[in-house]
């Protein structure tokens, strides 16, 4: 595509698995119920296109983790509801077997084998190295778009399977739409973009009303920037240098959906079209990656603000125990789900906040989602296997071990 060239300074924190651009295409084979096989680049409903991207749904509650955790804090589990005097609070947990108290998981594509529907109505995810992740819900669509030929849409209902493909270009596919998405406060985060209904693809348009009245669709391959207007609507810029202002539809108005950008030093931001400034699109990111990360159990030193020191695997808030995780927070009105392998520190900021140091020096501060009580406490794993539980608000700081086992220093 025609875009003017965009200098990219980031340094890349995502593992080997997701190596190459940061626009590198998901290729796998689809195959349905009728036995169909669909082979290309693949694009799910909510944007995701790039192995980079994330999916995101409900995975299957713990039940027998959490009565673990809870038995080791002296509760008795009920049937309806679970609860402990803890520190002098009460700290209490509905009842969460079924669909509607399930945490939120994400997993990057390019971790992932397969994805296998369920008969009911859910998903097993396989990650690259076998382990398995139930989701109580499906991603939705999938489009494939097959070398040199047309684009099939399957529903959701009529997959049997989805087999991923390792890293490699997907020959002929669209490009993943990326660029530099700028917010109000005058951050500028900088990535693949997924636009307010779901355009990914260079190759999507974005569509609105001209001041007389006619209805315009642009690819984003014929776009320079977009730059939302005062009072509703945007002005956007062409790769031949004209100018439109647009309004009139769910991509320019103040009640779209907002723009996603997988951002790969500080995470997935979703930033609400009000606190948009301005987007710049340009080539996917060219990028250089450390060293492969494993995908085993999210371990370190949790220091406590008595000075007490838990070592151990760590299980966060919901039960995240796994470094192919996300944590999640927001940065004004800025919602972040940042990759736990991309953390090295996290210091308590607030009882509902905290300041993640992240690997390659970036620093960034969240506020509530995963630091947020209600998403319960949480819990180191000694390699005895005992229990120690501790809330948000009583830890000073949480050091992650990397790959090596190194990184953990209490101190």
């Known amino acids: 595509m025609t875009l003017p060239r965009l200098l990219f ?23 349905t119920r009728a036995g169909e096989v669909h082979e290309g680049a693949l694009r799910f409903e909510g944007g995701a296109a790039a192995r980079i991207d994330p999916l995101t749904g409900r995975s299957a ?79 939705g669509w999938v489009e494939v778009e097959p070398a040199g030929g047309a684009v099939v849409r399957v529903e959701d209902d009529d997959i049997a399977s989805i087999a991923f493909e390792p890293a490699g270009a997907a020959p002929d596919a669209s490009a993943r739409l990326a660029g530099v998405v700028e917010d109000r406060w005058g951050r500028r985060w900088e990535g693949p973009i997924v636009w307010a209904r779901g355009q990914s693809l260079s190759t999507d348009s974005l569509r609105a009303s001209d001041a007389r009245d006619r209805r315009r669709a642009f690819a984003f391959a014929e776009l320079s920037a977009v730059e939302p207007v005062f009072g509703g609507g945007a002005r956007v810029s062409t790769a031949d240098g004209s100018r439109y202002e647009l309004e009139g539809s769910a991509d320019v108005e103040r009640s779209a959906r907002g723009v996603r950008v997988n951002d790969p030093v500080r995470g997935v931001a979703t930033i609400p079209w009000v606190d948009v400034r301005s987007a710049t699109f340009g080539p996917p990111l060219e990028s250089s990656r450390p060293a492969p990360v494993d995908r085993g159990p999210l371990a ?12 151990g695997r760590i299980h966060w808030g919901d039960g995240t125990r796994s470094r192919w995780g996300y ?14 392998r991309a953390i090295e520190r996290i210091e308590r900021h607030t009882s509902k906040g905290g300041r993640l140091h ?26 005895t296997g005992s229990l120690r539980v501790i809330e948000w608000r009583a830890v000073d700081s949480i050091t992650f071990e990397v790959a090596d086992g190194s990184g953990v220093d209490a101190g």
């Open 327 to 340: 944590l999640s927070g927001y940065t004004r009105s800025v919602a972040v789900e940042v990759p736990l």
């Open 300 to 311: 370190g030193a949790v220091r406590a603000r008595d000075g007490r020191v838990l070592t």
């Open 61 to 139: 509650a713990d039940a027998e983790w959490e009565d673990r955790v809870l038995a080791s804090m002296g509760a008795e589990v009920d049937a309806r509801a679970r609860s402990v005097e803890f520190l002098g609070v009460r700290i209490t947990w509905e009842d969460d077997r079924g669909p509607s108290g399930s945490p939120r998981t994400a997993l990057a594509v390019g971790d992932l084998e397969s994805l296998v529907p369920d008969s009911d109505g859910g998903v097993q995810a396989t990650l690259v190295g076998g382990e398995r992740v139930d989701f109580l819900d499906t991603f």
């Open 358 to 383: 992240l690997r390659g020096g970036a620093v960034l501060e969240l506020r509530g989602g995963d630091f947020d009580p209600v998403r319960g406490p949480l819990v180191v794993e000694s390699d």
């Open 9 to 31: 300074l980031a340094v890349l924190l995502v593992p080997a698995s997701v190596s190459g651009q940061g626009g590198e295409r998901i290729v796998g084979t689809v195959t």
